[in-house]
C-alpha cells in the first residue's frame, strides 16, 4: 500500500467516525426533539437530511423525487403521504440505529482520547481520581502510563481502522433502506400518476371530441340539411311551375348564403381542433407567424425543441396565440416576448409584457381557456402580472412521452 | 385568357374548370402537384394561374412555395392562390415577390362567381386581390392608427387593401365615387401616406402600410 493511499484510507476513517459521532448525536437529538419530529414537514427534512448523508458516505446519488415527477394535485399528496410515513419511520429507526452503531465509535474515540490524555498527563490528576486504562486500570505510574497508554492508543486506532467504514457503511445503508423509495414503491407510484394524469387526458380528450361532436351537428350539419331543403323545393317549385323565377331565385340565393356560412363555421371548427398553420409549417413557423402577426412587437425566442408531440404543439400555439392577444387587447405593452425551450422532459413557454399587468382568469376568457387547455395535458399555467406590470405567463408541458 | 391550376382535389379542380370555362376563360392545364405546375407553366406560359395552398405529398405549403419559386422562373407571373383558411403571413410573402399580379383567396369565395372572376381578372391584369379576412387580419394589428378612421373610411381602406379600384369601392358602397376620392384623401392624409395614382402602386402603399402594422411612416 503506498503512503497516500494509505493516508487515503485513513482520511476515509476519519470521515466514517465523524458519520457516525454525528448518527448518534442526532439519534439523540431525534428522542430529544420527538414531538416536533412528529410534523410532517420537519420530519421530511430530517430524514431528506439523514438520506443526504447517508447518500453521500455511499457515494450513492441523491434523488428526493421518484423518477416521474408527480405534477397533478392529487399525485403530489400521494407522493408526501408516501414520503411523510418513512420519514416517520425513520424516527425510532435513526434513534436506535444512531445508538447501536453510533456508541461503540464514542467509545473507541473517547478512550483514544483518554490515553493520548493521560499518557503525559497521569500525573496531574488527583490520587483519587487518576484517570484508568482499559477501562478499569488507574494509571499510578511511568510504568502503566507508558506501557498501557500507546497500547491502548494502538488498539484502538487498530479497531476504527478496522471497523469504522463497514459499521458507518451499515449505518448509511439502513437509513437508504427505510428512507428510499424501494423500487415497487416507485413503480407503484408512477403508475398511480400515470393513471391519474392519464384519466384526466381522457376526460379532456373526451370534452374536446363532444365540443366538436356538437359544434358540427349543430352548426354545419344543420346548414347543409337546410340548404338541402331549400334545394329540394326550389327544384320542386321549378319543375311545378317553371315561371315562378322569384321564389326560386330566393331559395337559390339562401341556400347558397348557407352554404357560405357552413364553410365559414367549418373553418373556424378545424382551427380549433389543429391550427391549419400549425400543420403547415410546424410550431416553429406557427410561432412566427402569431408573433409577426401580433399588434405590438414581439421578440421570439425558439430554443432547440427536438421532437415534441403534436398534442403539446397544438397547445403552445393556442397558449402563445391567446396571451398575445391578451397583450395586444388590454395591457397596453409597447413590447412582448415569448421563450420556448426544452428541459429533458418539460417544454416551458414563458410570454412577458411590458403593459399594465393585472391579468387574471376572471378577465376574459383567455387566460381561462389556457389553463383548461394546458391541465388537459398535465402541465402548469403560472401568472405573474401584479397590477402596473409587467406580465410573465409560464407554461410548462410534459413533453417526455 | 389561359389558366394554369394547381389542384389536387379532383371535385375542386372540375368545378373550377366548370366555372373558369363558362366565364370565358381557357384551362391550359390542371396539375396535381407542385413539380406539375412549375412544369406546366414552363410549358404553357399561361395569362394567370390558380394555386391551391396544400398539394401533395405533404399536404403543407407546397401551393405557396411552387407559387413563389414559379414567380422567380417567370417575373411577373399572375398568381392567384386559394386556401381553406388565410395566414397573413401567407399574404405577406406571396406580396414580397415583386411585378406582376399576385391574389391570395379563401376558397369560399370561389362560390361568389362575379367576385371570384373579377379577382382573377385583376390578378391576370397585374393587380391585386387580398381576402378580405386577410385585410381583416392585418387591420386589427395595425391598432391605433386606423382607429383614428370613421367606420365608412375603414371599409373604404379594406376594399382598397383588397385591391379594388375607386369604380368597385363605389359600387360595393354604394355611394359616388366623389366620394371614394374625398374618403381615400382623408385615410392617406390619417395614415400619414403620401398620396400616389389610383392603381396598383397605391394597393401596395396600403398593404405595405398594414403589414409593418402601422408603424411605416408616410413617404
Known sequence: MTSSRRWGRWAWVRRCGVYLLGSLLSGVATVLALPLLCIPGPSRLWADWHRYRAGRLLGAPFASRPALRATGRRARADSATVRTSRALLWLPANALAGVVFGLPALLCTGNIVVALIATPLWWAFRPEDRPRLFIDVPVTGWATALTLGPLQILLLTGLAYVGFAPIARAHARICLVVLSHSTNDELAERVAVLTRTRADVLDAHGAELRRIERDLHDGTQARLVAIAMRLAVARQAFSDNPRDEQFVEGLLREAHEGTEEAMTELREVIRSVYPPILADRGLDGALTAVATGCGVPTRLDIGDLERVPPAVEAVVYFTVAEALTNVTRHSQATAAGVRVSRTADRLSVVITDNGTGGADDRRGTGIAGIRRRVLALDGTVEVDSPAGGPTAITVELPCGW | ?219
Do not use: C, W
Open chain 2, 1 to 219: 385568357m389561359r389558366v394554369v391550376i394547381a389542384e389536387d382535389n379532383v371535385l375542386l379542380s372540375t368545378g373550377l374548370e366548370l366555372l373558369l370555362g363558362r366565364a370565358g376563360f381557357q384551362i391550359a392545364a390542371v396539375a396535381e402537384d407542385a413539380a406539375g405546375f412549375l412544369t406546366a407553366v414552363r410549358e404553357h406560359r399561361p395569362d394567370v394561374t390558380i394555386v391551391d395552398v396544400r398539394l401533395p405529398p405533404s399536404f403543407r405549403d407546397e401551393g405557396i412555395r411552387a407559387a413563389l419559386q414559379a414567380r422567380r422562373e417567370h417575373p411577373g407571373l399572375p398568381v392567384l392562390v386559394l386556401s381553406q383558411y388565410v395566414e397573413q403571413q401567407y399574404a405577406a410573402e406571396l406580396l414580397s415577390t415583386t411585378g406582376g399580379g399576385v391574389g391570395y383567396l379563401l376558397k369560399d369565395r370561389v362560390s361568389r362567381v362575379d367576385g371570384f372572376v373579377d379577382a382573377l381578372r385583376r390578378v391576370a391584369a397585374g393587380g391585386t386581390a387580398m381576402d378580405a379576412e386577410v385585410i381583416a387580419q392585418l387591420v386589427q394589428r395595425a391598432g391605433d392608427p386606423i382607429a383614428a378612421l370613421t367606420p365608412r373610411e375603414r371599409e373604404v381602406l379594406a376594399l382598397m387593401a383588397q385591391g379594388h379600384d375607386n369604380n368597385a369601392i363605389a359600387t360595393q358602397l354604394v355611394i359616388t365615387d366623389n366620394a371614394v376620392h374625398k374618403h381615400i384623401g382623408n385615410i392617406f392624409a390619417k395614415l400619414g401616406l403620401a398620396v400616389t395614382d389610383s392603381g396598383h402602386r397605391r394597393v401596395l402603399a396600403v398593404l405595405a402600410y398594414l403589414n409593418a402594422g402601422g408603424q411605416m411612416s408616410g413617404r
